[in-house]
């Protein structure tokens, strides 16, 4: 059997939760409940004015990462509200989500992604490129639209820096909906994506890029995604505010690891 990679769960906090408090709270409860689990990478990625607080709880944790819902495209300028790659670093954040779809939403064109993409990986961090449709057509034209978001992310990226590579599969149908894509829609859109991978890498190298599948992700359908699915993990974004299902999906794809 092809050797499978060590999974990644990231918990994307998105503007949540409303105070410190909490955030202290969760971050703490999920720190200390999952710290024995070691198959498995896990990230937060809180939002950005909690980081430094959540950093300070973190303490040099090898078992938990910190995350960046986004960085600006520029390393520094006149970018009122924005975040640079820098103060993500000095903060000791390891993974950075690069075009979200919420993100995409508010303006971000593929050309802002690959600004980003190169940026982040140029600065050693690990970029999380995500890419998703909007909606699914019969004649499969959600396929040539993920192809595009996939190849214009990665342009001018060498083969040298895609091990700081991971893509995020989540269509936009299944983010926040309750919608989750089935064990198969996120197996082909897998092979599909390391097919693209293959064609600009060959496919030694693109084996080293983890492809997570986000939308919907819940403890009760992760393990099916995962074992069928054969996604390397997840990104996500409701059930990671709350604690106790989020430990329980890292405990399911720690525990298939495992087995
Ligand atoms: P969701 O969000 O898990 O709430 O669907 C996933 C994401 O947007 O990353």
């Known amino acids: 059997m092809k050797k499978r990679h ?23 409860t999920v720190k200390e409940k999952t710290s024995h689990y070691n198959g498995v990478d896990i990230v ?21 990462f910190l995350g960046a819902q986004s960085v600006h495209k520029d390393t520094d300028g006149a970018h009122t509200g924005e975040t640079s790659i820098a103060m993500l670093k000095s903060l000791n954040v390891k993974y950075v989500v690069v075009g979200h779809s919420e993100r995409r939403a508010g303006g971000m064109t ?20 995500c890419v998703g449709e909007q909606s699914r057509d019969m004649s499969g034209n959600y396929l040539s639209f993920i192809e595009k978001q996939v190849r214009e992310a990665l342009k001018g990226v060498t083969k040298s820096k895609l091990t700081n590579v991971i893509i995020a599969y989540e269509p936009i149908w299944a983010i926040g909906t309750g919608k989750t894509a089935t064990s198969e829609d996120a197996h ?36 099916s995604l995962l074992n069928d699915g054969m996604v390397d993990g997840f990104l996500i974004g409701g059930a990671s505010l709350n604690a106790e299902e989020f430990i329980d999906i890292v405990k399911k794809v720690e525990k298939y690891v495992n087995t």
């Not at 950093?55 to 078992?63: D, F, V």
């Not at 390391?194 to 393990?223: C, E, F, P």
Request: net charge positive.
């Open 44 to 64: 937060i990625a809180p939002p950005m004015v909690f980081l430094s607080e959540m950093e300070r709880i973190w303490n040099g944790s090898k078992k938990i």
């Open 6 to 28: 060590r999974p990644l769960v990231i918990g994307n906090w998105k503007m949540n939760p409303p105070t410190i408090s909490a955030a202290r709270r969760l971050f703490t």
């Open 188 to 223: 082909e859109m897998k092979l599909f994506i390391q097919k693209i991978l293959t064609d600009l890498y060959g496919r030694n190298y693109a084996r080293k890029i983890k492809v997570l599948y986000g939308g919907s992700v819940k403890s009760k359908n992760s393990k």
């Open 110 to 129: 593929d050309n802002d992604v690959n600004k980003s993409v190169i940026l982040v990986l140029k600065n050693d961090v690990y970029v999380v490129v």
